[in-house]
């Protein structure tokens, strides 16, 4: 026993060091990422701060292609938003590099509107390879983030605006989640274009600097999206600034981001909100400020601390899924995953962003284990006991065996518990069995007996035994059973239907049927196995099994007749007649009330 002990013991830990392996070798990571794009990226009531003023189809079809145009349209542009200064924006994010000389000769005129109005912010961008890094310790590794190249405002722009960077990296999975806090340059860090965006539209309101958000040992930041593709567009153009198509005040106080908005200027990503649709730089920008002015950070939890706790789940798990019902380990299954899932979404609104797949698909690869070995394991002990059902009818009975033991269950004895009992009888079986052949009569009683079956354990019900041309089952036990009056019920409703079906069939058949009377009582009864070592039966015994026969001892073929405790119970669920007297049942004291079931009203 103590070897057998030992044994599962190892391989439930190795079970849990294999799948908090697979977590740790990244192969959960892809499904990780997109599980919590679902759960935790959702649109947002945007604050209605930020103004898009689109590079879109409408104004490449008036103005020209993007790379022949004049700098001197965007001076313009810059001109006609500022043009009053009771209501000028409060920044101007243009999300486009102007990192040369034109040829045309207007960057004097787009640095001159910038310096004039001193509100603009412009776009850098890095270029970025593996490369071979020198550690700490003085040893060589691969970086992925290798600085290339750095583009920038040409030198007359630059000097008279700001510049944020606006590099947008994927996930290793091709989404765009994070954003870049800053790029370190030999001589200095650039921070990001939000970031600098934000900034300006602070100090304009005069209000404080924003707060740094956590970033990873990289620098990226986890990005909350606001609002999916097309969410920030209000369909102004470019070309209708230019025109003057929009009043001043439409700008004031706003911040107002140019970028392209069409799909042949290939400025767009699939980001963690939306993985069908694509969105373009400056949406992106666009959601990065919000977050930024917001606040509105989410710090991911480490993945050492994660790796544990899934280990430790596993285990926990791995003890609960152990021989036990297939029941009891769908539940555990389920309210360990939703319970995480929503543990998950509740930190996420803390502020904390964990590993939303870990656990739950840990928690079902067990679990799926488990069934697999508990399958196993049921089949061996069911060829063990085997010999012992023999004594045994009802599936129910069977099913209680397998699931919670033997030993226990054999023991004669009963308890006393709360059932309801259902008779039925064939009546008219013995003049018909006067005129029919003997082969003739056992097909029908065999239809009808197995009718009376089926019904009994569709209905969850325990079947007790044949007596005859009669059956007796209940409902209550051996398991409890939540509903198991009504379950009652509806097996009665079920065989009378039944029955006539079924007498349709013989009348054309042998020109004779029957029908079925029955009987149901609700109360307490002794449940249990009764009878000698070497032959028990698991059955009822009492005064509500006595009523329950002898209501269906006078219920006429084709009839329910229950007792008022059954109507009481199932008030208002049920349609029923009660007979126009009062009854005296055998072996009962004073008369009783008899209603027939009619109906099921659900």
């Known amino acids: 026993m103590m070897g057998e002990t030992m044994k599962t013991k190892f391989w439930a830990v190795l079970a849990a060091a294999g799948i908090t392996l697979l977590a740790a070798f990244g192969l959960f990571d892809s499904l990780d990422r997109s599980l919590a794009d679902r759960m935790f990226q959702e649109e947002q009531a945007s604050d209605g701060d930020i103004v898009l003023v689109e590079i879109n189809q409408e104004t490449l079809d008036a103005l020209g292609p993007f790379r022949d145009w004049e700098r001197d349209l965007m001076a313009r542009a810059i001109d006609i938003m500022n043009r009053s200064e009771d209501c000028r924006p409060a920044v101007i994010g243009i999300d486009i590099l102007y990192t040369g000389k034109s040829m045309a000769g207007h960057d004097l005129a787009l640095a001159s509107a910038a310096e004039h109005h001193g509100n603009v912010v412009l776009a850098s961008a890095a270029e970025f390879t593996d490369g071979l890094r020198m550690g700490a310790d003085g040893s060589f590794y691969l970086d992925s983030m290798f600085l290339s190249s750095y583009g920038e405002p040409y030198e007359e722009l630059k000097s008279v605006t700001k510049q944020g960077h606006i590099n947008a990296m994927y996930d290793t999975d091709g989404i765009l989640r994070h954003c870049l806090w800053e790029l370190s340059l030999e001589d200095r860090t650039v921070p990001s274009f939000a970031a600098v965006v934000a900034d300006t539209y602070r100090a304009a309101l005069g209000d404080e600097e924003i707060i740094k958000p956590p970033t990873d040992r990289k620098g990226f930041w986890y990005l909350p999206y606001t609002g999916k593709p097309g969410d920030y567009s209000e369909s102004l153009s470019l070309l209708d600034v230019i025109e003057g198509h929009v009043p001043a005040e439409y700008f004031a106080d706003r911040i107002v981001l140019i970028g392209p908005y069409a799909a042949g200027l290939q400025d767009s990503y699939v980001t963690a909100i939306d993985h069908a649709a694509p969105m373009y730089g400056v949406e992106y920008q666009a959601n990065a400020i919000e977050a930024l002015l917001r606040g509105d950070y989410k710090r991911e939890a480490g993945d050492g601390i994660q790796l544990l706790v899934l280990f430790a789940v596993i285990l926990a798990c791995l003890a609960g899924f152990w021989k036990r019902p297939m029941t009891q380990s769908t539940a555990l299954w389920l309210l ?30 067990l679990y799926i284990g488990s069934i697999a070995v508990n399958y196993v394991w049921s089949v061996v002990e069911k ?26 269950f054999l023991e004669s004895g009963g308890k006393v518990v709360e059932i309801a009992v259902l008779f039925v009888d064939v009546r008219g079986f013995t003049s018909m069995s006067e005129a029919l052949s003997p082969e003739e009569v056992v097909e029908i009683l065999n239809r009808y007996l197995t009718l009376t079956a089926r019904c009994i354990m569709g209905h969850g019900g325990t079947l007790d035994k044949f007596i005859g041309d009669a059956a007796m089952a209940f409902w209550g036990a051996p398991r409890p059973q939540e509903d198991f009056v009504m379950n009652a019920a509806r097996t009665a409703v079920a065989m009378r239907q039944g029955s006539e079906e079924l007498s349709k069939e013989l009348t054309e058949r042998f020109g004779r049927t029957v029908s079925f009377g029955i009987g149901i009582h609700v109360g307490e009864a002794v449940v249990g196995n009764i009878g000698s070592p070497e032959r028990m039966d698991y059955t009822a015994i009492g005064d509500t099994v006595n009523t329950a026969s002898r209501l269906e001892s006078i219920a006429p073929g084709g009839t329910i007749y229950i007792s008022r405790e059954v109507a009481a119970r199932l008030e208002g669920r049920i349609r029923t007649t009660p007979l126009t007297h009062k009854v005296h049942l055998k072996g009962k004291a004073g008369e009783q009330e008899i209603l027939i079931l009619e109906e099921i009203l659900e």
């Open 383 to 408: 060829r063990r006991i085997t010999s012992t059902f023999k004594r045994y009818v009802a599936p129910e009975i069977v099913n209680e065996i397998l699931e919670h033991g033997s030993e226990n």
């Open 336 to 365: 360990v995953c939703a319970g995480y899932l929503g543990f998950c979404q509740w930190m996420y609104g803390r502020g904390l962003l964990l590993r939303v797949l870990w656990i739950p698909l840990g928690v079902t690869i």
